[in-house]
Each structure stands twice: as C-alpha cells, then as structure tokens.
C-alpha cells in the first residue's frame, strides 16, 4: 500500500502526501468503516466494550488521524486540487457519521453494554465512554415514539433553516448598507490607513470619495475616532438596527426569533426537558439554568460598581471634549481618547522586545519548570520549510508528546491561530501512541537579517495554543474518545488555553522572555505597568457588558415563555435595568443580530466566556499562592486537570486540583476589580 494517508505505523509523512492520495484514502477508511458497521451491528455476539465499543474507536481512530492530516494540510498549504479534494471528501466524512450517529443499532449495543454486569469492571474512561455515547443518541432523539421521532427530525431541520436565514439577513443587511462622502473633512480623526481602504472601495464602485460600510473595519475605526458626532449617530443607528422591522420586511429577523425560540422549546420537551437551556447544558459543565443565572448575578453584582467608576469616568472626560450628553455613538470615540491619554504606548515599541527565540525558550522554561518535562527541537517530515517539530520527554528521557510548529503568515494559509490533533494517545493491547499536536499560528515572519518579533497580544496567543496543545499532549488517558481534549465540556475546553495567559501578565516570568532586539536589554517595568492599566481599562464596563448578553441568552432560553405577551426587546431591557450602565437608545435592536445564540452554537452557552474565565483564573490562583512556577503545584495541574481529559467531568477534575468548587475572585483580581 503506497497510499501515505493510509499509513498508521508512525508520525505522518507529510512530505509524500498529494491531493490525489486523498479520495482513495478517505473511500477506502469509509468503505472500511461501513462495513465494520454492519457487521457489528447485526453480530449475534454479546456486546462487551472488546468486541464492539474498542472496533468502533479504533475505526473512528484511524479516519480520524487520516483526515486531520488531510485538515490539516488544506488549512496550511492550501491549492486548489487539494481544496477539491478536500470538499469532496468533507461531504462522504459527514454522510458517514451523520448515519453512524442515527444507528439505533449501535444505540442498543452501547445501552446493552452500560447495562450489563460487566459495566462496573471497565475503566473510568470507559465508562464515561460508554455514557457519553448512550447521552448522544438519547440526545439526537434515539427514544422517542415513532411519531414524535418525525416531529423532532422535522423541528431540526427547521431549526438549521430558520439560523441560516438569521445570518443571512444579518450578512445582507450589513452588506446592503454603504455611505458616500465626498468631502474627507467630514472625516477629520479617521486613521489614514482606514481612509485609503475607504478611497479604495469607493474607487471600486467607480465613486469618488470614501466608502463607509458597516463591516468591522469600516465601521469600528469611524466610531473610534470620527470627530464629526453626527456622522458616528448615522452609523450607529444603521448598524444597531439591522435585520430589524426597521429596514426591509424580508430581511427583519424578528418572526425568526420568535419562531426560533418557539421550537427549540418543543424540541427540548420532546427531550423531557423543561426548556431549551436545560438541554443546552445537558452536555456542558454548568448543571442547571439556575446556577448559570446566579453565576452570572453575583458576578455582575462585584462589577457593577467598577463599572459605574468606568461610567463616570468616561462620563466626566467627555464633558471635556465638548459631549456634556454622552449617547451610544460617543462611547468608542470618548473611551478611545481616554485611552490614549492614560495608557499611550505603542505595539511597534513593545515588539521590539520580543524576539522569537527568546520567546519560544521563554514559553518552553515556564512549561518544563512547572511539569518537569524537557521540550527540544526534533525531526519530522513537515509540509513546509517553516514547519518545525518538536518532543516533550520526562526527565528519564520517556517520551511524552510532540508536537508541529508553524508560525508565520503566508500564502495559502488560514488566518488565525489554532491548536489541532495530529494523533491522540491512547494504550491497546498494551501499545502505546504518544499524542501529536499541531500548533498553528499567522505572526510576521522574520524581515531582512532581524528576527521575527511578536507583540504581547501575539505572545499571548502562542501561550493559549500551546495551553491546548499541553491538554492534548499531556493526557494520561488510555482511551481514544476521551483522551486529550476529546470529550471535555465545552464550557471548560478553554481552561488550560486561558489559564497559560497568565504567565504573560506575570513580571517575573516575563521579563525573562524579553531582550531587545538592538540593544538586548530587558523590557522596562515602567512600560509593562503601562501594559497592565490598559489590560484593565475599562474592565468593570466589558464585564457587565458580557454579563448583559450572557443573562439575556441564558433568561431568554430557560425563564423566557416564547409564546406569552413579553418579547425579547422586553427582556433585555429588564436585563440592563439589572447589570448595564451603558443604555442604549430604545430603536436599538441588538437581539436581531446576536448571531452567537440565533444562528451559532452559543443559544444558551454565550456564559462560557465568563464562566472560562473564572476557572482559569482561579486555577492559577493556586499557583499564585504557591509561587507562580511551583513545580508541585504544576505537577498536581497536570495530574487532575490535564492528565485526565474528558474521562472524568470538568467539575471533579477542579475540584480534585483546587480543593473546593471554582470562586470568582481571582478573576475580579486579575481585572484589577478587587
Ligand atoms: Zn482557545
């Protein structure tokens, strides 16, 4: 076999791989994979996890390491035969499992073995396995009476509608909107590079002039730093009230709420739930509405006073720039003032003092200080010069991980920065795999003889990939489907990502990881205090901010009748006479374009954010009080939270490492709210 994606044997060998490699492959895998599927499924044999839960995760097992490398590549090294293959394939991944997941077959296999006598004596992974697969199926309506079964599928398949039309009419809305000006003094504060781009797009159109869009950075920038007040209003008003009964009929997405709304709650009931964030949260950590709520009110009840200081601080400042009425459109404008006044410094100036090899040996030290491991440099066939690979070992020289590093922006790779599974530990007959990860970031690559230097912002994010890349790596799990990061709620995937940040806001730490490109001094603490205020600016504003919509979204799918005579304008109205201290004008209709909980995956999960925070936040906070680079500390880290992955719930795996359930107060700390 000279297919390189059906190669299992080893680390992948991306040097061999061609876009042709792939349809073989993934039919092969699939052909593989369906029939492995029938005859499990019509087998005779009492199912016991050997003989059929471990066939069907060593099949997911292998489709799934061939097609990340497939992923993978497309997303690095993208080219138009690959992107083909590519998509093609993507469509026969998704019919398989889409079927896989409406076996009821296998559902009765999975409920025989959790059933049976034998249940107790499998390993916690297991089990929680096993649970985990019975939860889905009971999830995707396996239980339900002939008749409600087709109720259900047809709810789901109004429910994908009725989201995409969401985003539809928030993408149409935005797109329809554009403002002609034709003299640039109407501009006067705009950054020059935004008024190129809006020359530019107004050339495109055969205008002349500037373009103004209500696309982010078009419409950010205008907000941010137009002097010309009424011009910021008209904006404003565009963007707040889009998809709204105010613009066109066929675009208002206010029927879609309701209608939304209305039947994720039938939905949930033919579940056995109350309401829909019941079902919500069925798969996350959080257990029930209740607590997300008062979560949400004792967090909002410690900010809202540091939030009414931002308030009256912006409040007071603007006095001074002439607005003694301060509105919605002024808050961008006057809090960006109030910035630079008070925390002028620039990211040109902070780059200077973070090569990348300081940085890289920086975050290596901080990582083999805390889990006694040792990170060097290895060698893999990579799918590009820039590409390098990596291995973490344990003192004695054991293997732990490895991992892929690919850093710089180029051509043919996608934006962003991410942090992916190339194989996932997991013992079988008494073989071991050690887990890969690819660690993807798109920084500057080096200029002329200079090195590349990142930003704080960029050096934050290589410590929150690599946070997940140490979840994924430094598992101790034995079983495929729950090992690493796979399983885990995703109301807590964010922890070990976020909980690694800290160490860049840590002096002592820090510091260390800074030498000056020219002159190889340190970076001054003067500019990292600096650096630290505007981190905070304004932080009791964005929390209760974040509390608004997190309140709104979790009230709206729990406490909230869909079919009674209050609307959701109502709501979060009620809402912001609770928590907000920025009131927006009664025409605004931001619910109309909350596309995270209407046409995305966060209805009755927009908390996560704040929720992430608290337990990463509080987990460092240990470490805080055992010394930020305590090894013991790291090492009981990496027993409870990391080693365990999603073998055991996100709350026992806390609880096991902090001693208590997770406090908010390390968060308000760190956002200097204490
Ligand atoms: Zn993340």
């Known amino acids: 076999m000279s297919n390189p994606l059906l190669h299992f044997a080893g680390l992948p060998k991306f040097n061999e791989i061609k876009p042709e490699h792939v349809s073989p492959a993934m039919d092969s895998l699939l052909a593989e994979g369906r029939a492995l599927v029938d005859s499990l499924a019509t087998s005779k044999e009492i199912p016991t996890w050997q003989n059929f839960a471990l066939e069907l995760e060593n099949m997911d097992e292998k489709i799934s390491r061939a097609w990340s490398q497939v992923g993978h590549m497309n997303a690095v090294v993208n080219s138009p035969e690959l992107r083909e293959a590519y998509n093609d394939n993507l469509a026969k991944l998704t019919d398989f499992y889409s079927d896989l997941a409406q076996d ?58 009725l989201a995409a039309k969401f985003e539809e009419n928030v993408l149409d809305t935005t797109n329809e909107y554009a403002m002609f000006i034709k003299d640039g003094a109407q501009l006067t504060g705009v950054p020059e590079d935004v008024l190129q781009a809006s020359k530019a797009a107004a050339m495109a ?12 950075p078009s419409y950010l920038p205008v907000l941010q730093y137009a002097d010309n007040r009424n011009l910021r209003e008209t904006l404003y008003r565009a963007y707040a009230t889009r998809a709204s009964e105010f613009g066109k ?38 257990d029930s509405p209740k607590q997300v709520i ?47 006044e008070k925390y002028a410094f620039s990211d040109q100036e902070v780059k200077q003092y973070f090569p990348e090899a300081k940085v890289l040996a920086g975050l290596f030290k901080v990582v083999e200080t805390i889990f006694g491991v040792f990170v060097r440099k290895s060698n893999a066939p990579t799918w590009h010069k820039d590409a390098h690979f990596y291995e973490i070992t344990r003192h004695d020289g054991t293997l732990v991980g490895q991992f892929y590093l690919d850093l710089y922006a180029r051509n043919n790779k996608r934006g962003g920065a991410w942090m992916d599974e190339a194989i996932t530990r997991r013992i079988v007959n008494n073989k071991l795999t050690t887990p890969v990860a690819y660690l993807t970031c798109n920084f500057s690559a080096p200029v002329g003889d200079k090195p590349a230097l990142f930003t704080h912002d960029e050096v934050i994010t290589m410590f929150h990939e690599f946070g997940h890349g140490l979840h994924h790596m430094l598992t101790q799990v034995d079983d495929y489907s729950v090992s690493g990061i796979k399983g885990v709620e995703w109301d807590a995937v964010e922890l070990p990502s976020q909980f690694m940040e800290n160490f860049c806001w840590e002096w002592d730490v820090l510091r260390h990881m800074t030498q000056h490109v020219d002159t190889g001094a340190q970076i001054p603490r003067e500019l990292f205090d600096k650096m630290v205020a505007a981190k905070n600016f304004q932080a009791g504003m964005q929390t209760v901010r974040q509390i608004e919509f997190s309140l709104f979204d979790i009230k709206l799918h729990s406490e909230f009748d869909p079919n009674g005579v209050k609307t959701p304008l109502n709501l979060i109205e009620e809402v912001r006479d609770q928590v907000a201290v920025v009131r927006p004008p009664i025409w605004n209709r931001f619910p109309n374009n909350f596309s995270h909980i209407f046409a995305g995956g966060y209805a009755a ?70």
């Open 104 to 161: 009821e077959r296998l559902y009765a296999k999975y409920r025989a073995i959790k059933n049976s006598v034998d249940f107790d004596k499998l390993s916690a992974a297991q089990q929680k396995i096993i649970n985990n697969e019975v939860r889905d199926f009971k999830l995707g309506g396996a239980e339900l009476p002939k008749e409600k079964k087709a109720r259900f599928k047809a709810i789901s398949e109004e429910l994908s509608k």
């Open 205 to 216: 159109d055969d205008k002349t002039g500037h373009k103004i869009t209500l696309h982010f």
């Open 249 to 286: 009929p066929e675009f208002d997405n206010t029927p879609i709420i309701t209608q939304l709304l209305k039947l994720r709650k039938e939905e949930a009931e033919l579940l056995d739930f109350n309401n829909f964030a019941e079902l919500s949260l069925a798969t996350k950590m959080a």
């Open 294 to 340: 008062e979560f949400l009110e004792t967090l909002a009840e410690r900010a809202k006073p540091y939030a009414e200081k931002d308030m009256s601080e912006l409040v007071a400042y603007a006095k001074k720039l002439g607005i003694t009425d301060m509105q919605a459109w002024d808050v961008s404008y006057v809090s960006e003032k109030l910035r630079e």
């Open 605 to 674: 999960g927009y908390y996560s954010y704040k929720w992430a925070e608290v337990l990463s936040a509080d987990a460092y906070s240990l470490f805080e009080e055992n010394g930020v680079l305590s090894e013991a500390t790291g090492q009981k880290f990496w027993q409870e939270i990391l080693a365990k992955g999603g073998s055991r719930t996100a709350m026992e795996s806390f609880v096991a490492f902090r001693g208590r359930e997770p406090s908010i107060d390390a968060l308000l700390r760190h956002n200097g709210m204490n």
